[in-house]
C-alpha cells in the first residue's frame, strides 16, 4: 500500500514537472505523448529501482551477517574460508553485473528508438495511408523491434547462464 503512495507521488511530481516546459521545449523534445510515455516508464523504473534498494540497503547486509554468524555456530573456522571465497568473488560479480547494466541501457534505447519510429508514423498517418506506405513504416518499426529483441534474447541467455552456473 506504501509503493502505490509513493509510485502515485514520484508520478505526480514527474508530471508536474514536465508542466514546467515551455511549448517549443515540448517540440523539441517530440510532443506530448511521447514525452508523457517516457516519464512514465521513467517512473515505473525509479521505482522499481528504488524498491530494490531498501533490500540491497537493510535485507541483504542483516541476511549476510546471520547466515555467516550461524555458519560459524555450526562449523567453527572453516567458516572463514567460505567468507575469503565470497570476497573473492565480489570482482567477478561487479563484472557481471556491469555487463547487465550495458545490456538494459541498449535494451532502453532501442526501445525509445522503436518509440520514435511509431510516434513519427502515428504523426504522418494521413500521409502513410494516403499514400499507402503502411508497408514501408511497419518494416521501419520491426527492423527496430528484431534488434531490440536480439538484445532481450542476449540479455534473458546472460541471466539463465548466470542462474545456472550459481544454482550448481
Not at 69 to 87: D, H, Q
Not at 99 to 105: A, D, E, Q, W, Y
Request: hydrophobic share 50%.
Amino acid at each position: 500500500r506504501l509503493g502505490v503512495k509513493l509510485r502515485a507521488c514520484l508520478a505526480a511530481a514527474i508530471m508536474n514537472k514536465s508542466l514546467n516546459i515551455s511549448q517549443s521545449g515540448w517540440m523539441t523534445a517530440g510532443g506530448y505523448s511521447k514525452i508523457f510515455t517516457l516519464l512514465h516508464a521513467d517512473t515505473e523504473r525509479i521505482f522499481q529501482q528504488c524498491s530494490n534498494l531498501l533490500g540491497v540497503a537493510f535485507y541483504i547486509p542483516t541476511q549476510a551477517v546471520l547466515a555467516v554468524a550461524y555458519l560459524f555456530y555450526i562449523m567453527s573456522w572453516p567458516t572463514i574460508g567460505g567468507v575469503v571465497v565470497m570476497c573473492i568473488a565480489m570482482p567477478i560479480n561487479y563484472k557481471i553485473a556491469d555487463s547487465f547494466i550495458k545490456l538494459f541501457v541498449e535494451r532502453m534505447m532501442k526501445a525509445d528508438g522503436r518509440t520514435k519510429k511509431v510516434h513519427e508514423m502515428i504523426e504522418n498517418i494521413r500521409g502513410v495511408k494516403f499514400y499507402q506506405w503502411e508497408e514501408h513504416y511497419t518494416e521501419d518499426v520491426m527492423v527496430v523491434r528484431e534488434t531490440e529483441c536480439t538484445i532481450i534474447l542476449v540479455l534473458l541467455n546472460k541471466i539463465a547462464t548466470l542462474m545456472s552456473t550459481t544454482q550448481l
